[in-house]
């Protein structure tokens, strides 16, 4: 026969249990950093601005703390587009010390739903890039659309070409838009009104002949409006080659660090149903290329005038950021168009060379 243990003993059994079992959850939960090491932690993961309106600069700060046992290095801060501007007060962090990263949002870069990141790189091994994200919604006074402007379109670089974009006043008092200055020389750029008071048209007509490639030029328009009294249209006229690359051009940071992939599409304008990319070649031995068969353009190229008649990718195999020299490398991309037998693709790990090379033709 056995006895049961007393009754205090089984209670002190139960709860010393629990405690235990609670301690593991938390380390499980929680992990301190191992000895001698960083860790970053921040005081957000994400910005909700709400609703905005646009022409302002929305300003958060972002406090940042080293809560490991080692020095904590913030090697890189970098946003993920033009709309937004963020700079730590400080680089490198003690062991318990704060710091904060101020984080400027221009919402004139953005309409409506908007987004963006910042992507946060440090010498923390658990959280060597992190990827703080902004969202909202940006107001406005008036709706463009194409809601970046009026963009020309077209593979004839000698041809007359015009395209509009369509003001909308989203406010209850009349709108009157006026040019009040333009720098668009290639372009004749007119406003007509549509509806009185309250719907626009925007429009641009090439002057040739136009540069392969972008040529964009800007116009400051007034609208009479309280809230948007002036704003800026851009005018953008492409001329396309029969065979064009996206991008031409690939970045990879110095201090990304891991291997990475991205892809070339190269869009076909002509008549050839048997395009194809017979070959591709790269200057660095560490980057090889892959292409893909060529296939007719599904449907969300069905708005786009004039459309490819054919497209095909090209995989890039990308080394680590330091292996990539700054002063560039070239993939050699080669195709059965006898005129473009061979496109070339720049690929660097210098920020200003790579601006350089997908510079626009502003003229």
Same mark, same amino acid.
């Given at each position: 026969m056995h006895r049961l243990a007393p009754t205090w003993f089984r209670f002190d059994l139960i709860r010393l249990t629990a405690l235990t079992l609670c301690a593991a959850a938390a380390w499980a939960a929680d992990p301190p950093p191992a000895a001698g090491q960083p860790k970053l932690t921040l005081s957000a993961e994400e910005w909700n601005m709400g609703e905005v309106w646009y022409g302002h600069i929305e300003k958060f700060t972002l406090k940042v703390k080293n809560d490991g046992t080692a020095e904590l290095k913030i090697h890189n801060v970098r946003p993920s587009c033009g709309c937004t501007a963020a700079a730590p007060a400080k680089t490198v962090l003690a062991p318990g010390e704060e710091t904060t990263i101020g984080i400027d949002f221009d919402t004139k870069k953005k309409f409506g739903d908007a987004s963006s990141s910042v992507e946060i790189m440090t010498n923390d091994p658990t959280r060597s890039l992190v990827s703080f994200k902004l969202k909202g919604f940006v107001k406005?006074?008036?709706?463009?659309?194409?809601?970046? =402007?009026?963009?020309?379109?077209?593979?004839?670089?000698? =041809?007359?070409?015009? %395209?509009?974009?369509?003001?909308?006043?989203?406010?209850?008092e009349p709108m009157t838009l006026k040019i009040v200055s333009a720098n668009a020389p290639k372009?004749?750029?007119?406003?007509?009104?549509?509806?009185?008071?309250?719907?626009?048209?925007?429009?641009?007509?090439?002057r040739p002949p136009l540069p392969f490639g972008s040529t964009v030029g800007s116009c400051e328009i007034s609208t009479g409006l309280t809230r948007e009294p002036q704003f800026t249209m851009y005018v953008q006229g492409n001329i396309l080659r029969r065979v064009t690359a996206v991008p031409e051009a690939i970045l990879i940071h110095a201090d990304f660090m891991q291997a990475s992939q991205r892809t070339v599409r190269l869009q076909y304008y002509g008549g050839d149903a048997n395009f194809k990319v017979t070959g591709v070649k790269c200057s660095n031995p560490k980057i090889t290329g892959t292409a893909s068969p060529a296939v007719l353009p599904d449907a969300s190229y069905a708005q786009l005038e004039p459309r490819p008649s054919k497209l095909c990718d090209v995989r890039i195999e990308l080394p680590a950021g330091p292996e990539i020299p700054k002063e560039g490398s070239i993939v050699e991309i080669f195709?059965?168009?006898?005129?473009? %037998?061979?496109?070339?693709?720049?690929?660097?790990?210098? %920020?200003?060379?790579?601006?350089?090379?997908? =510079?626009?033709?502003?003229?």
């Open positions: 406005r006074a008036i709706k463009m659309t194409p809601i970046g =402007g009026v963009v020309i379109r077209d593979t004839d670089p000698n =041809g007359v070409h015009t %395209a509009r974009c369509r003001v909308e006043n989203m406010e209850n372009f004749d750029v007119q406003v007509q009104e549509v509806t009185p008071g309250k719907v626009w048209d925007v429009v641009a007509t090439s195709t059965s168009d006898p005129d473009f %037998a061979k496109l070339e693709i720049f690929v660097t790990s210098d %920020a200003e060379l790579y601006r350089h090379k997908m =510079g626009m033709n502003r003229k």
